[in-house]
């Protein structure tokens, strides 16, 4: 949230400057690519989490 607010640089900022210009294309972009990198971490922390239960079940 306080990339949104404050930021001058990222992804957060390419969407509000977005927004604030009436660009929809650069604000779809960010947000597509946002829910790609959450998808990313989501599927790497998953994958952490089932080979450390594991190891310590065995």
């Known amino acids: 949230m306080g990339e949104f ?22 604000v779809i972009s960010g947000i597509f690519i946002l829910c790609i990198v959450a998808s990313i971490m989501y599927y790497l922390v998953s994958f952490l989490e089932k080979k450390i239960i594991k190891r310590d079940i065995q």
């Not at 404050?6 to 927004?19: A, D, H, N, P, T």
């Open 5 to 26: 607010l404050v930021s001058k640089k990222g992804i957060g900022y390419l969407i509000l400057y977005g927004s604030q210009v009436f660009n929809l294309s650069l």
